[in-house]
Each structure stands twice: as structure tokens, then as C-alpha cells.
């Protein structure tokens, strides 16, 4: 995906380690809080439907959703 931050950068305030997976509209990342330490997925909307408003609220409100059910150890 064009544009898309690569693994050892910093992207929202995490580190991105490297890529766990790839899919039509975003890649998700092992990321760690450089602060904390702790290790996260993170999930990254390809850039190019970040744009898109409708997209990328379905976007967030699936995030949301699915971090419901995710418990911080």
C-alpha cells in the first residue's frame, strides 16, 4: 500500500516493530509505546481511504467495537 508508514518508524505515538499482516484496506503492525514499553497491534487505514470520510468513520466505529472486548495487562 503506497504510503504507508514502514516498520521502525513512529507513527501515533508508537513504534511501529514490524508488519504482522496485510489486507485490502490497511496493514496491521506490532507496535510498541516507547514510553511504556508495552506491545500492541495496531491496525493502519491505507492512506488513500483515510480520505474518505464515510469510509473512515466505518473505519472507527469497527475499531471501536472490536477494542470493547480488548483488556490492557
Known amino acids: 500500500m503506497a504510503g504507508m508508514p514502514p516498520a521502525g518508524?513512529?507513527?501515533?505515538?508508537?513504534?511501529l516493530v514490524w508488519v504482522a499482516?496485510?489486507?485490502d484496506v490497511s496493514?496491521?503492525?506490532l507496535?510498541?509505546?516507547?514510553?511504556?514499553g508495552t506491545v500492541i497491534a495496531l491496525k493502519v487505514?491505507?492512506?488513500?481511504?483515510?480520505?474518505?470520510?464515510?469510509f473512515r468513520t466505518r473505519f472507527l466505529d469497527e475499531s471501536?467495537?472490536?477494542a470493547t472486548g480488548t483488556t490492557r495487562t
Open 27 to 29: 496493514t496491521l503492525f
Open 64 to 66: 471501536r467495537l472490536a
Open 9 to 15: 518508524t513512529e507513527f501515533a505515538g508508537y513504534r
Open 45 to 54: 487505514l491505507d492512506p488513500s481511504l483515510a480520505r474518505d470520510d464515510a
Open 31 to 36: 507496535a510498541e509505546d516507547p514510553y511504556l
Open 21 to 23: 499482516g496485510k489486507g
